[in-house]
């Protein structure tokens, strides 16, 4: 069964870092495409980062330079280390395991609120 | 690739169709013949959850009076009967860097 459980949320003030994971099991995360999506309170879904198997990276302009997304394959989880947080980062963060162009499965969140 | 939902909100009677359209900015045909246009149903509380991928494959476990067709920039959503469990905000989301997604349509029962 696969299963994805996010972890690492928690406030922060503004400016300060966080490192979100992502715990993985019933596939391998490094042989997958996987992806970090963000929805701040009574808002929509944001794309943030993505990862590809072969380690390629891409980033959401609003977090380019800050972010960093990761994985450790002999963890099966993926990474989102958060830098230089904003009040508009305070979001609920969603990772997800791709196939096909689209979130195949979801995990259920970990909630960032940066405020001072 | 911008994406735009109607409607933003879609009161429903038990039974009855409802319908989702979903347009994007530009065409989602990727250059490999593919269109990476995926549908997700997320309740109050819980992460999104996939129900159609690539315009119109239902994911596992989706009932089949939920189904997607479209084509190009032009996508739709029907739910043939609505039932209780079909409650909550509706996304479409494109799959071509950088992801987006519309935003959102709330489906409620009248």
């Known amino acids: 069964e696969v299963q994805l459980v996010e972890s690492g949320g928690g406030l922060v003030q503004p400016g300060g870092s966080l490192r979100l994971s992502c715990a993985a099991s019933g596939f391998t995360v490094s042989n997958n495409y996987m992806t970090w999506v963000r929805q701040a309170p009574g808002k929509g879904l944001e794309w943030v980062s993505l990862i590809y198997s072969d380690g390629s990276t891409s980033y959401a302009d609003s977090v380019k330079g800050r972010f960093t997304i990761s994985r450790d394959n002999s963890e099966n989880t993926l990474y989102l280390q958060m830098n230089s947080l904003r009040g508009e980062d305070t979001a609920e963060y969603y990772c997800?395991?791709?196939?096909?162009?689209?979130?195949?499965?979801w995990g259920q969140g970990t909630l960032v609120t940066v405020s001072s | 690739i911008v994406m735009t939902q109607t409607p933003l909100s879609s009161p429903v009677t038990l039974g009855q169709p409802a319908s989702i359209s979903c347009r994007s900015s530009?065409?989602?045909?990727?250059?490999?013949?593919?269109?990476?246009l995926s549908w997700l149903h997320q309740r109050p509380g819980q992460p999104p959850r996939l129900l159609i991928y690539?315009?119109?494959r239902r994911f596992s476990g989706v009932p089949d009076r939920i189904s997607g067709s479209g084509a190009g920039t032009d996508f739709t959503l029907q739910i043939s009967r609505v039932e209780a469990e079909d409650v909550g905000v509706y996304y479409c989301m494109q799959g071509t860097q950088p992801l987006t997604f519309g935003q959102g349509t709330k489906l409620q029962i009248k």
């Open positions: 530009q065409s989602l045909v990727h250059r490999d013949g593919n269109t990476y």
């Open positions: 690539m315009v119109s």
């Open positions: 997800a395991r791709m196939v096909s162009g689209t979130g195949y499965y």
